[in-house]
């Protein structure tokens, strides 16, 4: 439990102090450590509505993080379920 908060705190402050990238590395890399990593899909709509701008390039899509994030979480669930020797903290 102490690791997952230390993760969120690390998300958080990766959010409003570090490139997009390493915030997308740590929530990537996060919803294969946790079980059920929630946070990451919250802290896509964070992201969004902090910083998010109508994207063209994303057939004019509003919460682009959130929905990467989202698709991401989704996979990652499926993922999981078919490694054999995973497990998660």
Do not use: C, Q
Not at 29 to 44: C, P, Q, R, T
């Amino acid at each position: 439990m102490v690791f997952r908060i230390a993760a969120d705190i690390l998300v958080v402050l990766s959010i409003f102090y570090s490139p997009w990238w390493v915030t997308a590395l740590i929530i990537l890399s996060s919803f294969f450590i946790f079980k059920n990593f929630y946070e990451g899909i919250f802290a896509g709509f964070l992201i969004d509505v902090l910083y998010g701008v109508k994207a063209t390039e994303f057939l004019g899509i509003w919460f682009v993080h959130f929905a990467f994030y989202f698709i991401f979480y989704m996979l990652s669930l499926k993922l999981k379920k078919n490694i054999r020797m995973y497990e998660t903290v």
